[in-house]
């Protein structure tokens, strides 16, 4: 029986061919007006004269493999050799070149800290995820200096690249979130010192730009402590990065809190909850769970700031690009590697952020009746 026979016998009429399938999603969502059939045309031409230029350059007339500078110069392409043969250097920096397996299975174990922290089922581990993540940040350690169990110890002022920026970025993610939890409800305290400090804290680092927290952490922070008495570069910098994103959590986190109606204050303090259960129970889930967006916005941008920690000498992984075709036989060849770099960054960022898509939708299932 046909789907025409059908539709006669019940009644029912198909929709014109025009408002279904590929026609129809067409027409609604790229030439529903004459501007949207504009904006659709000129993107149609921009891909169309673009993309097989760039297809042509990246592949067809590129350079793979182990080639030399010369073997680039003359082709058309691009020259990936270039990544082939720098590939090292940029993903651990100033590492010890022998010792670079060290950094790569640190980098490996720390990796599936944070993925396997993401899944679902590991969460209902508890603080068990804590003692996970201080056995894997001991194995971190270890490899990464060293001096034990036969590695040659290697000083934390030679860790570069993609390591260290995955270092800074996540430890300044984890601490920086408790602080921004703490001001924000500090911000909304009626207590007035607390109050006052909290805003005062929050106005201060965020009305100057990292650069400039990097900058004394760096140069001025040192002056002030007593003779004899130094304390890491990398250690300041990730300091520095805390406090910086704490501040920017803490508004995030507020505006959470004020999204919250007045009638969930009412009903914790109806329960006979104190302060703090209220808060742990009842409006921090809720505040959190409004603010993913934006806060996961503010992690996406943390982990590309960590690239100006170059300004008080660490080599992150964007800076180790930058010394690797500064070699006078590679350096026609920068495009390649900073389309290597940002190839990195957005696996990480797109990550982050279709976590958060997915988290925010796990979080709001029982939200949406």
């Known amino acids: ?4 026979t059908a539709n006669t016998q019940t009644g029912w009429e198909s929709p014109p061919k025009s408002e279904v399938g590929v026609i129809g999603w067409m027409r609604k969502n790229l030439f529903s007006n004459w ?8 993107a149609i ?3 169309v004269t673009t993309i097989p230029g760039i297809i042509q350059w990246a592949f067809i007339d590129s350079i793979w493999g182990d080639n030399s500078p010369d ?13 082939y043969e720098k590939h090292r250097f940029i993903l651990f920096g100033v590492y010890t070149f022998d010792e670079h397996w060290r950094p790569l299975v640190a980098m490996i174990i720390f990796l599936f800290l944070i993925f396997a ?14 003692a996970g993540w201080g056995i894997g940040l001991v194995f971190v350690g270890i490899f990464m200096w060293g001096g034990v169990f036969g590695m040659t110890y290697v000083d934390q002022s030679q860790w570069g690249g993609l390591p260290l920026t995955l270092f800074l970025a996540t430890f300044g993610t984890i601490f920086a979130f408790p602080i921004g939890i703490f001001l924000a409800l500090g911000r909304r305290s009626k207590m007035p010192i607390i109050r006052s400090f909290s805003v005062a804290y929050i106005e201060l680092i965020r009305g100057v730009p990292l650069i400039s927290i990097l900058f004394m952490a760096s140069v001025m922070f040192p002056l002030f402590l007593p003779a004899g008495v130094s304390i890491d570069k990398l250690l300041r910098a990730q300091v520095g990065i805390i406090l910086f994103g704490g501040a920017y959590a803490a508004e995030i986190i507020r505006g959470g809190l004020q999204a919250i109606p007045r009638g969930q204050y009412e009903a914790a ?19 959190l769970r409004i603010t993913i967006p934006p806060m996961v916005n503010g992690f996406i941008g943390g982990f590309k700031d960590t690239s100006l920690v170059v300004i008080i000498g660490l080599f992150d992984l964007l800076m180790t690009s930058r010394v690797a075709f500064q070699d006078i036989n590679w350096r026609p060849f920068f ?6 770099c940002a190839m990195i960054y957005f696996c990480f960022c797109f990550f982050m952020s279709r976590y958060s898509m997915w988290l925010e939708k796990d979080l709001s299932r029982g939200h949406n009746h």
């Open 35 to 42: 501007f949207n059939s504009f904006l659709t045309i000129l």
């Open 1 to 4: 029986m046909t789907d025409s």
């Open 117 to 130: 922290s993401c899944l679902k089922p590991v969460w209902r581990l508890g603080w068990w995820i804590l």
């Open 269 to 287: 303090d109806a329960m006979g909850l104190t302060y703090w259960q209220s808060m742990l129970r009842i409006i921090l889930p809720q505040a």
């Open 335 to 340: 495009v390649e590697g900073y389309l290597f």
């Open 45 to 47: 031409y921009l891909l």
């Open 71 to 83: 073997i680039c110069r003359e082709a058309q392409g691009a020259c990936w050799s270039f990544i």
